[in-house]
């Protein structure tokens, strides 16, 4: 099932079930993926990837600006949001099995130093795009180039 069909199933379950803040959650993605289909670089299951990544990303960081204002009702609220969206976006990959794939691309890539990163950076991104956040990619490929 693609995931535009299993995003409006999961709709109508949370409107049978009153589920407010998955409801909000499930809308946000049907919104996002209305204007991929409208936009003028297509819809393609990367830049649907992406978009969800984006929008999980909003809110955590909007999560952070609303706990440093003390305003933990509205960042609980965010946080939800963000779990739901998580919850349809591939299964993320630990430090570990990061490091051990940069560790990989470093090799095949031919890279010894920091001034390698960008090639480095360029095909683990690509490698590692929906599984790994990309600043632990970064993390990653500095403590390993600067070894």
């Known amino acids: 099932m693609a995931l535009e069909e299993k995003i409006n199933a999961d709709i109508k379950s949370a409107m049978l079930a009153k589920d407010a803040a998955k409801l909000e959650s499930l809308r946000a993605v049907k919104s996002a993926i209305l204007l991929l289909k409208t936009s ?26 609303y706990k440093t204002q003390n305003r933990t009702d509205l960042a609980e609220v965010e946080l939800t949001q963000a779990a739901v969206i998580e919850s349809y976006l591939p299964k993320q990959m630990s430090e570990e099995e990061i490091k051990a ?8 890539v031919g890279a ?5 990163m960008g090639k480095v950076m360029g095909v683990a991104s690509k490698q590692l795009a929906g599984k790994a956040d990309g600043k632990i990619i970064s993390t990653f490929v500095k403590e390993l180039l600067s070894k």
């Open 40 to 65: 003028p670089e297509g819809y393609t299951d990367e830049t649907e990837l992406k978009a969800m990544q984006k929008m999980v990303k909003q809110r955590k960081e909007t999560a952070e600006v």
């Open 112 to 116: 010894s130093s920091p001034a390698d």
């Open 101 to 108: 794939e940069v560790a990989k691309i470093i090799a095949s």
